[in-house]
């Protein structure tokens, strides 16, 4: 149910307008509250609000209003509905006190407001007004202004107990699902009340939006007195009882097609202002019948129009709209058909005349009468189905009066006497014939590269007898090159002849265009056809006709400033020698030198570089002559007009790599591409190499150069040395570490791991370049056996000595040298040697190391030894690779990844 069945409307409250449906438009309207005569005045939205009448409510609760709101218009609208700003206090207590709706025609919606009355409301009725507007589609019927009404009562109330009756309707119906009823077929509804109350009540059914036709309400009977049963005019329930009343819903059978939503109403007797409400929803199911009829009203012409008539009645219950058609049946289409309406919208019930007015437009009245047949076509623009869609009609149009015959007769005769006379003059006139006087051509010679076309002179005498003139164009060998045209004569001068040729005792046409415009040899040949049959056809052809070709570009030479080249790379290290840094100049690469006849019929110059055995070597470069001298080519060439020629000069490539290098110039033309295109290619040009010495710029180990022998003393917490090293030199150079892990970067370093046996192993640092030499520098290792600790002896603990590095080399200075490296050992003695001491036992136990100890290295004074340049060198180098041990350059990777047990080098004793 829409409305709430417990509410009660007080009195002098205002009833709402429920809606409902209109039994003739088959629309959705509004309530049927006000009538005009026997039907109900359609509004164009419906309102039902819920709680209906006045509301009841306590301060601090919050109300929600249902407003159901239904378009009952023909249109879609957008609909607004709010509170009046003029209801104070009221309308600040609303929530949202506007919303919008958009409802298409016969939908309905819910619009709900909630209403927050505050805790300090003064108690008592408040007036609002709730306004249904919709401007743009139903102007004139809106706005709506309903008065409504609010109670508020006091912030604590006592508790009310529901005794309001209640009714339920079976079976349900709703907007969604509708009772479906045929034309004339009757909808029972079961209308069951409940008296809640604690009095007898007296109940009544009524249906205030249908005419007292369109219900019937029975009520269950009574017994007055034993053995009789009295119909009674209401249902009587005691307290608690449960009552049925059975109202039969029967729309006339005249009823439109639609929905309708009329509102049933429960009144109590006790209590008359109590709104007892519910809505039924049925649809009335539509029907189809129209029923067409076709009169001839003039089916026998001679000047008007014929006229026809449909007559179409609509004994259906839905709104039909027809197209009328008509068009001929004939193979040809003489008449205009005129269609009076040509659409035409019939309500149910109604009946429409439409006029067809048929008329001849084209041609003339014929002699023997003529029959016109035709069709008129019908069209339900709503799809609707058609009983009869076509029709067939016929028209006759009379034949002329005899009379008029009479013309015709004395033409034929006179017709038919000149044709005679035309023959005989035919006949008895002397023959004339025409003549070729002239035949040859505006000039023997044509140029291709101008596109021109041979064009030819000709004098005919007599023109008015010849029928065809035709021209045809041979090689020397006979074959058809150009034509054949075909000129007619027989209606005049043809219009391709119009601008080249007079006409008068004699035919001249000058400078007549053919199609012949390619390169070769013509022979054309005029043939002049008389239009007497009997008469001899003239043939006459002209001398041969040549058309110079156009001339084809070539490569007239093509070759390379110079046959070998040498390679330019930077210096490896710009910033260890600035001067040394040579950047790639077009004196580093290839450049080429061309030059090229007829520029103007190049197309496009392709220039491939390919290698001995044919691999690309140099990208094919593409360079566009359609415009000119392409841009990137602008600084290297120039054109010579009087030679007709392109000279190019210097054209850089991008060939900078060592090699053999083979040019390929390709010249495309404008005209087709030739086969084969002309091509030209350079003798074998060479760029050698710049060959780099390879060189060993550093080599140390725990950041110190790298001496010819390092003496170290087995010590267990000290197992492996830390080795830096730098190579410089060409592309192909190896750089190998050996024994392991052999093949390494020109750059890096790495953890070496040592034996703590005694014994001896040597480390090579090789660089091999690209022909094979190769460099070395290697380092003996040799690891001793660590003295005894000496004796414990009882003396006062010496002064503290220093720790030094483990790792640093010591050389000796003897005394009396006062630290000049004039008095250093000379390289290859005992003295000169890498030493590394072990660590020492302190009398009390602690670990202190010995002081350097000089230890002989055998073979040191042989033939061979270390050349005293190197240890200049190594003194030099032991500075550098101070300042190197800070930041060693080169990659890093080496550092975290010692090596595995089975990488490490062989250990010898």
Not at 401 to 420: D, E, G, N, R
Not at 506 to 521: H, K, M, P, S
Not at 623 to 639: D, S, V
Not at 739 to 758: C, L
Request: aromatic share 8%; net charge negative.
């Amino acid at each position: 149910m829409i409305a709430q069945p417990n509410a009660r409307t007080p009195k002098g409250a205002k009833r709402m307008v429920m809606q409902g449906y209109s039994p003739k438009s088959g629309q959705i309207v509004n309530g049927f509250e006000d009538t005009n005569g026997d039907r109900p005045m359609i509004r164009p939205i419906g309102i039902i609000l819920n709680p209906a009448g006045v509301a009841l409510v306590t301060a601090g609760e919050v109300l929600e209003l249902t407003a159901t709101i239904t378009n009952q218009g023909s249109v879609s609208a957008i609909i607004d509905v709010f509170i009046a700003e003029t209801s104070q206090p009221v309308h600040q207590w609303f929530v949202c006190p506007r919303e919008r709706l958009a409802l298409s025609p016969g939908q309905a919606s819910e619009v709900v407001f909630q209403v927050q009355i505050p805790v300090d409301a003064i108690p008592g009725t408040y007036d609002y007004t709730l306004v249904i507007d919709a401007p743009q589609h139903y102007p004139e019927e809106t706005p709506i202004d309903q008065k409504v009404r609010l109670q508020v009562m006091p912030f604590i109330q006592e508790a009310r107990t529901v005794s309001d009756p209640t009714f339920s309707v079976q079976p349900p119906t709703s907007s969604v699902a509708p009772a479906l009823l045929q034309p004339g077929q009757p909808l029972e509804l079961q209308v069951t009340v409940h008296n809640r109350s604690d009095r007898v009540d007296r109940f009544f059914l009524t249906c205030p939006d249908l005419e007292s036709r369109w219900f019937t309400i029975i009520y269950p009977e009574g017994f007055q007195q034993a053995g009789m049963a009295i119909a009674s005019e209401g249902l009587e329930l005691n307290p608690g009882d449960v009552g049925q009343i059975l109202l039969f819903i029967s729309p006339p059978p005249d009823t439109w097609a639609g929905v309708y939503a009329p509102t049933i109403r429960v009144y109590s007797a006790n209590n008359p202002d109590l709104a007892l409400l519910d809505v039924v929803y049925l649809q009335i199911a539509p029907l189809h019948l129209v029923t067409i009829e076709l009169l001839s009203l003039v089916a026998k012409i001679k000047r008007e129009a014929g006229l026809f008539e449909l007559k179409l009645s609509n004994q259906g219950n839905v709104i039909r709209e027809i197209a009328i058609h008509a068009k001929s049946t004939d193979e040809e289409d003489i008449c205009t058909y005129t269609i009076t309406p040509p659409v035409v919208r019939l309500l149910p019930g109604t009946s429409v005349t439409v006029g067809v007015s048929v008329k001849p437009t084209k041609g003339w009245r014929p002699f023997f009468g003529r029959m016109i047949n035709f069709s008129i076509e019908l069209e339900d623009l709503q799809r609707y189905p058609l009983i009869n869609d076509r029709f067939q009609a016929s028209l006759f149009w009379e034949p002329r009066p005899w009379w008029q015959f009479l013309p015709i007769v004395i033409l034929m005769s006179a017709s038919v006497a000149a044709l005679i006379f035309l023959i005989w003059w035919l006949l008895t006139r002397p023959p004339v014939r025409s003549q070729v006087m002239q035949f040859s051509p505006e000039s023997n010679s044509y140029q291709e590269l101008n596109n021109e076309a041979i064009r030819l002179n000709w004098t005919i005498a007599n023109p008015n007898h010849l029928k065809t003139v035709t021209v045809v164009g041979f090689s020397p060998d006979g074959l058809v090159k150009s034509g054949p045209f075909i000129y007619e004569f027989t209606p005049g001068l043809p219009n391709a002849l119009d601008r080249f040729c007079t006409q008068g005792e004699q035919l001249i046409c000058r400078n007549v265009w053919t199609d012949a415009r390619e390169a070769g040899d013509y022979v054309f040949e005029l043939s002049a056809i008389p239009i007497n049959p009997k008469a001899e056809t003239q043939t006459i052809r002209t001398n041969p006709i040549r058309i110079l070709p156009v001339p084809e570009p070539k490569i007239e030479e093509f070759s390379s400033t110079q046959p070998v080249y040498q390679e330019r790379l930077l210096s490896p290290n710009p910033s260890a020698n600035p001067t040394a840094t040579r950047p790639s100049t077009e004196s580093n690469r290839i450049l080429l030198n061309w030059v090229l006849s007829h520029p103007a019929q190049i197309q496009q110059l392709n220039l491939l570089g390919l290698g001995p055995d044919g691999t690309v070597k140099s990208v094919e470069k593409r360079y566009n002559f359609a415009a000119g001298i392409p841009e990137e080519l602008r600084g290297f060439c120039g054109e010579n007009p009087a030679n007709s020629q392109v000279i190019c000069t210097n054209v850089p490539t991008d060939a900078i790599q060592p090699g053999d290098y083979i040019f390929h110039l390709t010249v495309i033309p404008k005209k087709g591409q030739s086969e084969p295109l002309e091509t030209r290619q350079t003798n074998t040009i060479k760029i050698l190499a710049e060959k780099i010495p390879s060189r060993i710029v550093q080599f140390t180990f725990n950041g110190q150069p790298a001496p010819p022998k390092l003496v170290r003393q087995a010590n267990p917490q000290q197992n492996s040395l830390m080795i830096s090293w730098k190579v410089e030199g060409g592309k192909g150079m190896k750089v190998e570490l050996l024994p392991a892990p052999g093949t390494v970067p020109r750059e890096g370093r790495m953890p070496y791991p040592v034996s703590q046996q005694p014994g001896s192993e040597t480390i090579t640092l090789q660089v091999t370049d690209e022909e094979g030499n190769q460099q070395q520098r290697s380092v003996i290792i040799e690891t001793l056996v660590p003295p005894p600790p000496p004796e414990i002896v009882e003396v006062p603990p010496p002064p503290a000595i220093p720790q030094a590095p483990a790792m640093v080399p010591t050389i000796a200075v003897p005394p009396g040298a006062n630290g000049d490296p004039a008095a250093s050992p000379a390289p290859g003695t005992p003295e000169a040697a890498l030493v590394i001491p072990a660590p020492m036992a302190a009398p009390g136990g602690a670990a202190v190391p010995p002081p350097p100890v000089e230890l002989p290295v055998p073979g040191a004074n042989l033939p061979g030894g270390v050349d005293p340049a190197a240890s200049e060198a190594a003194s030099e180098g032991a500075s550098e690779g101070t300042e190197e041990a800070v930041k060693e350059p080169g990659p890093q990777f080496f550092e975290t990844e010692p090596l595995a047990p089975a990488e490490l080098p062989p250990q010898f004793n």
